[in-house]
């Protein structure tokens, strides 16, 4: 075979599927309306990492990456895990998710007292945070600051 008949044989193979957890980051990062470079800023993995992953061209996602997804887009683990379904490599993420999560609210502009009570709740679930906060444990307003 030439390589002219490899490039046509190539040009007749249909593109593979993305998985379910592929089509799920392609189409909430186009309703989000964010670039691969704002997944980034946002804590998300390489745009190498989401790109292959949207197109189908890796089914296989790590922990840590999924982890990242995770942060960049404000949602659980767990869930991006069960859309994962089989394609998740075994293994737990390096990480956990208390950290990112406070982090990113402070991201999207909430201050010490809204991440506080984020935090309060956190705890009230059996879960624990690892960063400090300045402002005391219970006295979390639930709104981001300057507002009522």
Avoid at 118 to 134: F, Q, R, S
Wanted: some cysteine.
């Amino acid at each position: 075979m030439t390589g002219r008949d490899e490039l046509a044989l190539a040009a007749t193979i249909e593109p593979a599927e993305p998985s379910p957890l592929g089509c799920w980051v392609r189409d909430e990062r186009a309703r989000r309306k964010l670039s691969l470079r704002d997944l980034k800023a946002r804590g998300g993995p390489d745009g190498s990492v989401v790109c292959r992953l949207e197109r189908g061209e890796s089914k296989e996602v790590r922990p840590h990456n999924l982890e990242r997804l995770a942060t960049a887009f404000g949602v659980s683990y767990a869930y991006l895990a069960d859309l994962a379904g089989d394609d998740l490599v075994d293994g737990p993420p390096r990480g956990g998710t208390a950290v990112p999560l406070l982090d990113h609210l402070a991201a999207c502009g909430l201050g010490p007292a809204a991440r506080r009570t984020v935090a309060d709740l956190v705890v009230a679930l059996g879960g624990t945070v690892d960063v400090p906060i300045d402002v005391p444990v219970g006295q979390g307003t639930g709104q981001p600051d300057g507002l009522p």
